[in-house]
């Protein structure tokens, strides 16, 4: 019998992934406040943004520090086939996610011939571009933004007035397409290329690993994924600006699940998001009237976990030792 | 029937100083060549333009008589042409496992195959113990194996090794020799670039000798440690006197 | 456009484009010394003119009196984070990139918050200076006071800072920054020099923080855009490279006031961001940067 701890393992991440799955599509139903529902909402929408972060960022090690600019692409591109086309978002967001890996592309196709900071920094620019271009372009609203119209409820174009339980269906599947999306990679040739590709560049090529390709196609997956999830939230807050979904912010919010829960693993842009994101949102609620504490405390608890635990909060709860590379970044 | 691999007038500089000058030689399949030569005679230079990471300005390599000189990593790594760096670059956050996968799906699309090939070269290099343990948990002789197993992964008709017994101790040496010696038997030609003079000469079948970036001689390793110029230019401070 | 409208643009590009390599020469000293770009960069130009702008009103010095105190302060700021928060940074095992990007985006954020704490969200301004609102003429071109005081004082600031670096801590700087661990064999304590780079840096951006004040507002957010335009100032000079973030900030400086002299005001930073994505395609590693 040919022991596999590979196929073990991952069978095993498979059966917790379900039965995540099973607790947050039940965690909803007794909850009744508004608050905390919107707060659970926006959690697992973070989980699925930056599993799609992770995707690039994590897996194949290119710190984009201008994701948010898929996400505000995708934004617009399903409000505005919504609002000029009348093409409902449940479509228009597959749309988004095209022009979004398409956008990924395009802006990885330069920035992947620079390595290390000259690339994080390139990323940061081009999101501060794409910021700027909307901030002036009349037709998409320039700086007034646009209105998501609404049409009654419906989940054609994912409009809930009622209550806000469908749309945590809704985050919740986008969610879990991201986490299984990261567990086919994981397991595939792609996967351990773009592994190699963030651990040692050199060896990876030494061993046949093609490394642009493998930079491209993380970069169009994660593209895709995170302007799908643009869209989502444009529909769930039914207005955009390009404060609200391009500002350079942004794509430090995407990041930071990820990064602070366990680059490069499954379970680490969901345990970083249940972290980060209620902690921001409560202190901003709490204390956010004192002006600035709500900053500090978030800013403080970054740089707490970052340097007490610099493989991610999941090699706390033991899940899988996963280890990031020395090179893991930068060189 | 051509040679395996063709050394032909290879030059190479960098920034004006010449790391490789008109150097030619023939490698068989199936034989252990030792390429050595005094620090700086250009032994990791001419690994690198073989293994595809730098084009030579002249003169060509060929692998079973196609061009490979100038391909780039990718073709080369693909054409059969597998090495180990001279510093260890271990994927340090993937399990020994899976640092070997990576080399076998050079090969394969498919996860099970590519894991059974890993199960097969981790045997080969002594390894199968350490498969699920972190790449980095290991130690440094241990870490040379495995750059050994992941490069047979990639089912190489060449191996080239960068200094692999260089820094161990005896008995890690001759396992290492052992190793070298497997891997020559499953078919791999291997070329060797060493400085553990001792160890080197009774494993290999034939050694190269560059000095200054020229071949400076080559011949039977019994034949060249009585060569005058050779023990001038390199064995010169052990040897001669 | 007339001869003076261009002279006025190209100085006022200058006099700007000093500022900013100023701010890039500490991020890109920070950066050649130990291969970590600090995000709150921006947060520290923020605290040295609130430094500034609460010293003036509490004292009524002028800012440029102020220049050794919040120098000093800022030098020791920047001994202090690397001994809190880089240095232990610096010593994890792994993810090390990663987790220095984080951690000085953490303190930017923390910075931030502190800021709007302590001083309110509102913008505050220098009330009290030698040189507030004044202007001299050559011809037809104007220069503000201010302005061209702020740049001698970031060239001679620059100087310094090169002048430095010929120095016996200067070379020890340059021999810890080409290879880090063989320093500590001739004796050089490597975590020393990183401390006293990381106190340069923040000095070199407490000047410009301090000349900055004495003609723009402060508010806890005045840092992102000024560590934005560093960012690009430094990656388009080359990381590392002093003369790269002189020459490079002069021309982003010339570039940004051009673009809002042809196009729109709001687009100003279109033209230097698309200078800096031409360049680094044709040169990976900035104009002075290693390859």
Redesign the interface.
């Known amino acids: 019998m040919m022991t596999n701890s590979i196929l073990r393992r991952r069978r095993n991440e498979l059966v917790a992934g379900v039965l995540v799955l099973i607790i947050l599509a039940v965690l909803p139903l007794p909850i009744r406040d508004v608050y905390t529902q919107n707060l659970i909402i926006l959690t697992i929408l973070y989980a699925g943004l930056s599993q799609a972060w992770n995707i690039l960022g994590g897996y194949c090690g290119q710190i984009s520090l201008g994701h948010g600019l898929y996400f505000g692409i995708g934004a617009y591109v399903s409000t505005m086939l919504f609002v000029s086309a009348g093409i409902p978002p449940t479509i228009g967001m597959f749309a988004a996610g095209i022009v979004g890996a398409v956008a990924a592309l395009l802006v990885g196709w330069p920035c992947f011939r620079l390595s290390g900071h000259y690339y994080a920094i390139a990323t940061v620019v081009v999101g501060e571009i794409g910021y700027l271009l909307f901030l002036n372009w009349d037709f998409v609203g320039a700086a007034t933004g646009l209105y998501v119209p609404f049409h009654g409820e419906n989940w054609a174009a994912l409009q809930f007035r009622t209550s806000k339980l469908p749309f945590h269906y809704v985050v919740l599947a986008f969610a879990a397409l991201t986490w299984i999306v990261a567990w086919v990679i994981e397991g595939s040739r792609w996967g351990y290329s773009w592994r190699a590709v963030r651990d040692d560049v050199t060896a990876a090529r030494s061993l046949a690993v093609r490394v642009f390709p493998s930079k491209m196609a993380a970069a169009a997956i994660s593209g895709f994924f995170t302007a799908i999830g643009g869209a989502i939230y444009a529909q769930y807050v039914g207005y955009i600006d390009p404060d609200s979904v391009l500002a350079s912010s942004f794509s430090v919010l995407i990041a930071l699940p990820a990064v602070l829960g366990g680059v490069g693993t499954l379970w680490g842009p969901l345990v970083g998001a249940i972290v980060l994101i209620p902690t921001s949102e409560l202190t901003r609620s709490y204390m956010g009237g004192a002006g600035g504490i709500d900053l500090m405390i978030y800013g403080g608890l970054i740089v707490v976990i970052a340097l007490a635990r610099p493989t991610g909060l999941v090699s706390l709860l033991g899940i899988r030792k996963q280890v990031g590379g020395a090179n893991a970044a930068p060189t | 029937m051509p040679p395996l691999l063709e050394v032909q007038n290879v030059s190479k500089s960098f920034g004006g100083v010449a790391a490789n000058v008109d150097i030619s030689f023939d490698v068989a399949a199936g034989e252990i060549l030792g390429l050595i030569g005094p620090n700086g005679a250009g032994k990791t230079s001419l690994f690198n333009s073989i293994s595809g990471e730098v084009s030579p300005d002249r003169g060509e390599i060929r692998l079973e008589g196609r061009r490979i000189s100038g391909t780039g990593p990718l073709v080369c790594a693909r054409a059969g042409i597998a090495r180990t760096f001279q510093v260890v670059r271990s994927f340090d956050s993937m399990t020994v496992r899976e640092n070997v996968m990576v080399g076998a799906f050079s090969r394969t699309n498919r996860a099970r195959e590519a894991m059974a090939e890993a199960e097969r070269v981790l045997d080969v290099a002594g390894l199968s113990a350490r498969a699920d343990h972190a790449a980095y948990s290991l130690t440094p002789p241990e870490k040379r194996r495995l750059e050994i197993a992941r490069a047979l992964a990639t089912r190489p008709r060449i191996l080239l090794l960068d200094e692999m017994l260089t820094g161990l101790t005896p008995t890690e040496a001759q396992s290492g020799v052992q190793l070298i010696r497997d891997v020559r038997d499953q078919g791999v030609t291997v070329i060797m670039v060493e400085h553990v003079m001792e160890i080197l000469l009774p494993l290999i079948d034939r050694a190269v000798v560059l000095n200054l970036g020229r071949v400076l001689t080559q011949g039977l390793p019994k034949d060249l440690v009585r060569d005058p110029a050779v023990i001038r230019a390199y064995l010169g401070d052990k040897y001669a006197g | 456009m007339t001869l003076d409208t261009v002279l006025q643009v190209a100085l006022s590009g200058l006099l700007m484009g000093l500022i900013y390599a100023l701010v890039a020469a500490g991020l890109s000293l920070i950066?050649g010394l130990m291969?970590i770009?600090n995000f709150a960069h921006g947060e520290l130009l923020m605290l040295a003119m609130y430094a500034t702008v609460l010293l003036n009103a509490a004292t009524g010095l002028d800012p440029l009196l102020q220049l050794p105190v919040v120098a000093v302060g800022m030098f020791v700021l920047g001994v202090l984070i690397y001994r809190c928060?880089i240095g232990?940074?610096l010593g994890?095992?792994?993810?090390?990139?990663?987790?220095?990007?984080?951690?000085t985006?953490?303190?930017?954020?923390?910075?931030?918050?502190?800021?709007?704490?302590?001083f309110?969200?509102d913008f505050r301004s220098v009330n009290v200076s030698w040189l507030g609102n004044k202007t001299v003429h050559f011809g037809g071109v104007y220069v503000p006071l201010p302005q061209l005081a702020a740049s001698l004082v970031c060239l001679v600031a620059f100087a310094a800072l090169l002048g430095i670096s010929r120095t016996e801590f200067g070379r020890a700087l340059e021999a810890t920054r080409e290879d880090r661990d063989a320093v500590a064999l001739i004796g050089i304590d490597r975590d020393r020099i990183f401390a006293l780079g990381w106190g340069l840096g923040a000095a070199a951006v407490g000047i410009a923080g301090t000349m900055l004040a004495t003609f723009y507002y402060v508010s806890?957010t005045v840092g992102?855009n000024f560590a934005?335009i560093a960012?690009?100032t430094?990656?388009l000079g080359g990381?590392g490279s002093m003369t790269g973030a002189l020459v490079a900030g002069v021309l982003i400086g010339e570039v940004e006031a051009v673009t809002a002299q042809v196009l729109?005001p709001?687009?100003k930073?279109?033209g230097m961001?698309?200078i800096?994505?031409v360049v680094?395609?044709v040169r990976?590693?900035?104009l002075f940067g290693k390859i």
Do not use: K, T
């Not at chain 3, 994890?92 to 951690?103: E, S």
């Not at chain 3, 985006?105 to 302590?118: C, N, S, V």
């Open positions: 950066f291969d770009v928060l232990r940074a994890v095992q792994f993810n090390r990139g990663m987790v220095q990007i984080f951690v985006f953490g303190l930017a954020i923390f910075i931030r918050g502190a800021a709007q704490l302590a309110g969200g806890p992102a934005l960012y690009v430094v990656a990381f729109e709001s687009l930073q279109v961001f698309a800096y994505l680094l395609m990976p590693r900035g």
